[in-house]
């Protein structure tokens, strides 16, 4: 008997959590549980970061362990980040509900950050593999100054009887999000609210890009098979002149004839819309996000339509009101959204 009733067994907490889970997902919700294969909580340059930057704090120090089991035993059964907010799922001896909030990184922050990096990332790969100098890893990941939150920064709340602010529950989702981080990196940056993109140095990857140098291609590739994104060779601003190349074969995601019609479709009328006026439309997440799913396309297949990276949708999806978006990909839209009303 536990101070708060019955104990109730690791297995049957699991068989719970999972009933209830599958009827969320019946009505509609996007369930993404946290698995550990092993005891390891987080492997990766950025996991790892996350996790050892929390614990280098003593008011955490003491208490993330509680939550260590958990998290391993599969007790996480939702974790989804979004900008400024982490919202999670613990099967305990119920189901309870986590919610953490990040408060956004200061805009000098993000600039220090970025003058300090200043032409020493060379790919989104490099940056996501965490193949990074000595000084840059010093910099994005200070402990004072860096990309991960400091406890101030931060709101931690369960739904749980537990008067402890970092309770069990709170401290697996901490943990699940350093695991998370293993295989999505970007949604560090999508966390903090900002575009890694800004740290690409502009000056060391246009030179092979323009070059059509097959090692690039073969560096989108690998951030595919090691992170389960696919990023779009063609992301760099600037006006669409022309359509898409041939396609990459051995993606995540195999396109139909149809995707790949519609897809060939929008480019021509992406290259058809003058890049030069600011078409009259005004995009907010939530409109974005439901223009996809009429068009009925993957995050990654939308991005590849508009030229843009996924990480770049997932962040417009995410982001409440209005959209600050370039001319270029407001035209990919437009076109999109004209299409949408055609059929």
């Keep these: 008997m ?48 996350w ?56 805009p000098a922050a993000w600039k220090a950050i970025k003058k300090e990096c200043s032409g020493q990332i060379g790919s989104m790969l490099e940056l996501l593999q965490g193949k990074l100098s000595d000084q840059v ?43 998370r981080l293993d295989t999505r990196p970007e949604l560090l940056f999508l966390l903090r609210d900002v575009d890694a993109q800004e740290l690409i140095a502009a000056e060391m990857a246009l030179p092979g890009a323009a070059a059509g140098v097959a090692g690039d291609a073969l560096a989108d590739d690998q951030v595919g098979a090691i992170f389960g994104i696919d990023f779009d060779a063609d992301a760099q601003p600037g006006p669409a002149t022309k359509p898409k190349g041939r396609p990459r074969s051995g993606g995540a995601s195999k396109a139909t004839p149809k995707k790949k019609a519609q897809t060939a479709s929008v480019s021509r009328a992406v290259a058809e819309t003058s890049t030069g006026t600011r078409p009259r439309i005004r ?12 068009l009925g396309l993957s995050v ?15 962040r417009w999806e995410s982001t409440q009101g209005r959209l600050k978006l370039q001319v270029r990909p407001l035209n990919a839209l437009a076109a999109l959204h004209q299409q949408a009303k055609a059929k």
């Design 283 to 294: 995009p907010t997440g939530r409109s974005v996000a439901r223009l996809r799913r009429q």
């Design 137 to 179: 890893m010093a910099v994005v990941t200070d402990r004072k100054d860096g990309l991960f939150p400091k406890p101030g920064e931060i709101e931690l709340s369960c739904s749980c009887p537990d008067w402890a602010v970092m309770c069990k529950h709170v401290a697996s989702a901490l943990y699940g999000v350093g695991s």
């Design 2 to 49: 536990s101070f708060w009733g019955r104990y109730v067994p690791v297995a049957e907490r699991r068989a719970k959590a999972k009933k209830k889970m599958e009827k969320l997902r019946k009505k509609g919700k996007d369930i993404q549980p946290v698995e550990i294969e092993g005891r390891t909580i987080a492997r990766s340059f950025w996991g790892k970061g």
């Design 300 to 314: 990654a297949q939308f991005a590849e339509t508009l030229g843009v990276t996924p990480a770049s949708v997932y």
């Design 51 to 106: 996790c050892d930057h929390l614990e280098s704090f003593s008011d955490y120090a003491n208490r993330l362990p509680r939550g260590r089991t958990y998290v391993r035993n599969g007790s996480v059964c939702h974790l989804e980040i979004q900008p400024g907010r982490i919202e999670a799922m613990v099967t305990g001896s119920s189901l309870y509900k986590v919610s953490i909030g990040i408060k956004k990184l200061k």
